[in-house]
């Protein structure tokens, strides 16, 4: 491999959008021995008047945290990874604070100042990939491999209860105790990894090439890159290809009755979901109302809830993907002015002008009527769907209040994070969905049991035979199109 080789980019100086961590040993304790090397935290003591000690001669240990330019609702003071760095391979969450982290001080904004990771958080990782796996659907994420946890230091356990005390927000049993760490392969880049260089990129020849090569890559990381053949009208196709893959995979997150919970900026450039802590279990596909709220205060009586329509956030994701279509095609052809040389100039503007040419009106990302058959097609038939599904679509497609009789139903779910439950309603006339398989209630009954475990070991061997009950339980299901196609 050469040095330039955008398969091992993120865990190299090179990556242009990264900058290094300086990382040490840990006393986590992984659920797979395999994982031990990478059990680290950050050591921010390290950065030293002039550099870090070693950082040169490779002797010590260093991971890179990911600058991130959202399109979309980008966070005051998150600058990119704030609690997660690529290291040899891997993507390790929970590490602690990386330099990024400019919102240290904001306690309300704890998940992602504080660069911990909540147990409950890595359960739900690690139990969703291992569901997904056998459901045959385990190539729509980023697949946690594993996780590692030990007991919460004394002087930030203390800071954190207190905090969760402040808020209001009854830790699981879990959390209260220990902290964790997510371990995920590396081969993946985000839209904001590109809409962060081409806004701050210095517009060097070799900059530009290694952005044009990522580009291509990280589009289709399965794909091997020829680098004379990695043209901007190559790279657009590809970021086409990408755009067509993340609509299919959010049919297929529908199919497999995952709600991820929050979206923004958590999807990988080839449309992977990368943030998996915060799911709500459905485990099957239906037409069924969300209604997220803090624990702490309920479901108002006096105001109507904020409904997410399970299925409907594929109206969200073609959004997104338009702003940040948008957002890059913009700051690409600014970065071609900034360019030296002509070579570069002329290879961002032609990706810009390729990007506008291939995402025009016409294009999925922007056209609701094929958005409203996506969720035709997706809702016709299944539990929860209204007799005449027309108007709901309607609805959602066009962002308008959803003006039908819901009544709630219990569907056994667990939280999705600390502070916050779902609640979850069906229109009037349609039965409540059942559990057909009994998936729904082991994922969910699983979860719960583990968010008690108040000792590292004794949720790690809950967390094996959790996975061992679900490779028993689960059966793959086949999506939509390869039903189609049966």
Known sequence: MTTDDPRTLQWRPACPWATPVPLT???????????????????LAALAAFGVAGFDD????????????????????RLGSGRAVFHRGKYIKGVGRTQLAANWADASDVLHSSGHM??????????VSRYLEARGQGEVIV?????????????FGAALRAHAKRAGVRLAPADARMQALTFKPGGFARWSNFVWFATHGFGDLDEVIRMGLALRHFADPSATVDPDACTPSAIVASLDAAVAQTRRNFGRFFDAGIYWGSFTNNATLDGRFLDLELPTLLAEPMVVALA???????????????????????????AALAACVARLRQRLGELSERCVHPSAASFCRAIAEGLAETFGPEHWIHDRQ???????????????CPYDPEPLVDALVGDAPVQIALRRVELGLVDPEPAIAVATFVTDEAPTPEDSDGVRTLLNNLVAELDQCTEVDELLRGLERASERIRAKVQPRPGPERRAAS
């Open 25 to 43: 040993a840990a006393d986590f304790e992984p659920l797979d021995e395999d994982h031990r090397d990478w059990c680290l935290r950050t050591d």
């Open 58 to 77: 490779g002797d010590l240990s260093v991971g890179f945290a990911d600058f991130q330019l959202p399109a979309r609702y980008p966070v005051a003071l």
């Open 118 to 127: 909540y147990p409950s958080g890595a359960i739900r990782e690690y139990l």
């Open 292 to 318: 997220p709220h803090q624990k702490r205060t309920g479901l108002s009586v006096c105001t109507a809830p904020i409904y997410q329509w399970f299925g409907a956030e594929l109206v969200d994701a073609a």
């Open 370 to 384: 094929q958005w409203r058959r996506d969720l035709l097609d997706r809702y016709e038939g299944l539990p929860g």
């Open 143 to 155: 697949p946690c491999e594993g996780v590692a946890f030990r007991p919460l230091p004394a002087t």
